[in-house]
């Protein structure tokens, strides 16, 4: 049986194989009278631990052996041949995470209030999920079994919490002793077997900036190309943050911390041909400084760590201002999610609607967080001028995390309720990352649905490429 990352985490031991949730209909998987609920437990004699085991041992392979548990306790062996390249058309269970047993100083499910989503209280640290969803590990607590998985299946890039190279620092943030916190000879075995590492840390006034994080950015930029990036974001603390031992996160703080970066980045530019370490986009705004250029991000290898999100999104702008100005077709780039894998990504039913406001103007309001929304206000008000629509842009206190959190993706239904009066127009739109990407539910475990009800005018979820594409519509 696969070895638990973090055993004293576990709460129940998991049935061997990987579960069949759907069929595609005509599919070879029917044929084989495959069915919903089966659980798939070796092919070719090679036990299956999860979809991922599947997708790896089925690579390329004409003829299979499949050992199959049903539902009804039977177990079949089942040989098939197939085309190569040819779909089986099964869909799988998804990943139960493996759990984190350190106690990070800084971890953001200590800030959230008892009547958040369960989901929010779950931390991960899962070495799969890190190559499928870009989900941050600190590897403190992986096994030989895991290790040995990365490398045997290519699960690269991995994306690593680091904070420090200091090992002191390191296990101080951790919350753990320093052999455990200590990585060294991991992180030298994974980049010794051609594992990519994208690195994070999570800057905490007092603790890992300053020269700590000069050592710690320098120390991993000696490990380029393997270790690709790094990425510099701030600790954020809510109201329910009262450990003393962490300071919030200031403008003066954030204008040194760039100035002491910017310095590292032209010497890796220098040296290596790009940024390398990266700042998160909070960090400029709380700064009251410009996000870099286009060019300063390359291909925006962190992106979905709120690294080059506003850039990217300005851009995306500038180009749809451009076409809607000149009338010809200028194509919208948005930075594609260079963090989810391929084989993370399944189909879903999406619970986003068509707006179809009176076709003569445009007339709602886009909520957003208060960092955000200055902005998204210049953008919407250059749009405005241009297309004659009459969209306003409203910044939404966080009023249920409270404390420093300002970002969009972390307001919640009550959040919302608070402005409804101040909503202008025939519709309103909120950002779509508030909720839960597989059920229609809010931070704060509001149903979607709920929310609906409560507004006077129709609401639509949107992220800020939809909401670009949704205007392009109606730009013609």
């Known amino acids: 049986m696969y070895e638990f990352a973090v055993t004293p985490a576990v709460t129940q031991l998991r049935r061997a194989g990987v579960i069949i949730t759907e069929i595609t209909p005509e599919s070879l998987a029917e044929e084989l009278g495959l069915e919903s609920g089966d659980?798939?437990?070796?092919?070719?004699?090679?036990?299956?631990?999860?979809?991922?085991?599947f997708r790896f041992q089925t690579a390329g392979e004409t003829e299979l052996d499949f050992l199959v548990k049903k539902q009804n306790g039977e177990?079949?062996?089942?040989?098939?041949?197939r085309e190569e390249g040819e779909d089986f058309g099964l869909m799988?269970?998804?990943?139960?995470?493996?759990?984190?047993?350190?106690?990070?100083?800084?971890?953001?499910?200590?800030?959230?209030?008892?009547t958040a989503r369960p989901s929010l209280f779950v931390r991960d640290e899962d070495i799969r999920l890190s190559f499928l969803y870009g989900n941050y590990t600190t590897l403190s607590s992986i096994t030989p079994d895991e290790m040995k998985r990365i490398v045997e299946q290519r699960l690269s890039p991995q994306y690593v919490s680091v904070h420090a190279t200091d090992l002191k620092t390191r296990a101080f943030l951790l919350g753990v002793d320093e052999s455990r916190a200590d990585i060294s000879d991991k992180l030298e075995f994974l980049l010794n077997n051609d594992i990519e590492i994208h690195a994070q840390i999570v800057l905490c006034p007092g603790i890992n900036d300053g020269a700590q994080l000069e050592k710690t950015l320098r120390d991993l930029a000696a490990h380029f190309p393997k270790v690709v990036s790094a990425a510099i974001v701030p600790v954020a603390l809510t109201r329910y943050n009262t450990d003393e031992r962490l300071?919030?996160?200031t403008p003066e703080f954030c204008r040194r911390t760039i100035k002491q970066v910017e310095k590292l980045q032209k010497e890796f530019r220098k040296n290596f041909g790009v940024t390398f370490a990266f700042l998160g986009d909070e960090i400029y705004l709380k700064a009251g400084m410009e996000v870099p250029s286009r060019r300063h991000y390359g291909n925006y290898p962190q992106i979905e760590d709120g690294v080059g999100m506003i850039r990217s999104f300005l851009n995306s702008f500038e180009n749809l201002l451009k076409k809607t100005e000149t009338r010809s077709p200028v194509s919208v780039q948005i930075a594609p999610n260079v963090r989810t894998h391929e084989l993370a990504l399944t189909p879903r039913k999406s619970t986003i609607e068509t707006i179809n406001p009176p076709s003569q103007s445009l007339n709602g309001t886009i909520l957003?967080?208060?960092?955000?929304?200055?902005?998204?206000?210049?953008?919407?008000?250059?749009?405005?001028?241009l297309l004659g629509s009459n969209?306003?842009?409203l910044a939404v206190?966080?009023?249920?995390?409270?404390?420093?959190?300002?970002?969009?993706?972390?307001?919640?239904?009550?959040?919302?309720?608070?402005?409804?009066?101040?909503?202008?127009?025939?519709?309103?739109?909120?950002?779509?990352?508030?909720?839960?990407?597989?059920?229609?539910?809010l931070l704060d475990g509001m149903p979607f649905d709920q929310l609906k009800d409560e507004f006077d005018v129709p609401i639509y979820e949107m992220d800020?490429?939809?909401?670009?594409?949704?205007?392009?519509?109606?730009?013609?």
């Open 397 to 441: 206190p966080n009023t249920y995390f409270g404390g420093d959190v300002s970002v969009a993706g972390l307001l919640t239904g009550q959040d919302y309720l608070a402005v409804k009066n101040k909503i202008k127009g025939d519709f309103a739109i909120i950002p779509k990352h508030t909720i839960k990407s597989d059920e229609p539910i």
């Open 39 to 53: 659980r798939i437990v070796k092919v070719n004699g090679r036990s299956v631990r999860d979809y991922l085991d």
């Open 247 to 249: 300071t919030r996160v």
């Open 368 to 385: 957003t967080g208060e960092m955000f929304a200055p902005i998204l206000r210049a953008q919407i008000e250059k749009i405005n001028f």
């Open 92 to 114: 799988f269970e998804q990943i139960v995470p493996r759990q984190c047993a350190n106690e990070c100083l800084f971890c953001f499910c200590k800030g959230n209030p008892e």
């Open 464 to 476: 800020t490429q939809d909401l670009i594409a949704a205007l392009e519509r109606r730009a013609f």
């Open 75 to 81: 177990t079949w062996e089942v040989e098939l041949e």
């Open 391 to 393: 969209l306003s842009v």
